[in-house]
Nanobody, 119 residues
Framework: QVQLVESGGGLVQTGGSLRLSCAAS????????MDWYRQAPGKQRELVAT???????NYADSVKGRFTISRDETKNTMYLQMNSLKPEDTAVYYC?????????????WGQGTQVTVSS
């Protein structure tokens, strides 16, 4: 059972930067994609960024140009570099990994890390 652990959250001022990390407990084989989600108080969890097994990336419109998702397979770690942070980026950020499985894909979630952006 793969475990994902996020870190790097914290309190930052508007315009600041943070880098989140998502460390897997073991090498993840047969990855379909890895994602960052976030959930603000009173809101639904939303997809922030995705990186596929082939390295293709996609971003929510709200973070395009400010956030960068990446992965270091040698360290079994995914990152989210967040620049030009805004108060509306305040949320708990979760990482997710989806892998090929039988009969269906496997989905793993981390426990989340809090990001708070002060105005």
């Amino acid at each position: 059972q793969v475990q994902l652990v996020e870190s790097g959250g914290g309190l930052v001022q508007t315009g600041g930067s943070l880098r989140l990390s998502c460390a897997a407990s073991e090498r993840i084989f047969s990855i379909v994609a890895m994602d960052w989600y976030r959930q603000a108080p009173g809101k639904q969890r939303e997809l922030v960024a995705t990186i596929t097994s082939g390295g293709n990336t996609n971003y929510a419109d709200s973070v395009k140009g400010r956030f960068t998702i990446s992965r270091d397979e040698t360290k079994n770690t995914m990152y989210l570099q967040m620049n030009s942070l805004k108060p509306e980026d305040t949320a708990v950020y979760y990482c997710r990994a989806t892998t090929w499985g039988v009969p269906a894909v496997n989905v793993y979630w981390g426990q989340g890390t809090q990001v708070t952006v002060s105005s």
